[in-house]
């Protein structure tokens, strides 16, 4: 089974849904955007960026086990990681970026399991030709450790100066 680009879309969509309720109520105005963050204009509007970096299928946990070779290919869900920077800006990265930063890890602690519906309602309202994926059955959110030096080869990566951030991997699991 391959990945859909629907599939990832929806994901996105749906993990920005829960970082728009987490700071919108406490931040009115909080812009959310998806994609490699960058400062505002002015660099004191709140924002929060979510930026997909990585997208790997998950280790099957009986990948490692011999199989006969005219043995049947095993059919069954299939998980995707795919994982996100998301940073935060606002009054200069000050307390503002930290308090949405504190709003969002509650957010995603709360919600360990994003329901896809929010993000296949927001796919479908931004692309009303194309139909939205069904073969989403969860989406799991955790923080994602990365070391001090891959943390630096991230922000190196995207090119824009550091900004407050935590990563987050999702773990998309779909229907074959």
Sequence with gaps: MTLAGSEVAV????????????????????????????????GNDPTVGLHLFRVDAAA???????????AAAVTGPRT????????????????????????????????????????????????????APSRIESIRVAPLALTGADRAALWLMLSTPYQLSVEYRARLQSAT
């Design 80 to 131: 995707w990681e795919l994982d996100y920077v998301v940073a935060f800006g606002g009054d200069s990265g000050g307390s503002v970026a930290q308090l949405m930063l504190g709003l969002v890890v509650e957010a995603f602690a709360a919600t360990p399991v994003v329901p896809a519906s929010d993000g296949i309602a927001a796919f479908q309202n931004l692309h009303p030709d194309v139909p």
């Design 11 to 42: 994901t996105s969509l749906a993990l920005m849904s829960v970082v728009r309720r987490a700071v919108s109520v406490v931040v009115p105005g909080a812009d959310v955007v998806l994609g490699p963050p960058r400062p505002s204009a002015s």
């Design 60 to 70: 099957s946990p009986t990948a490692a086990l011999p199989r006969r070779p005219a």
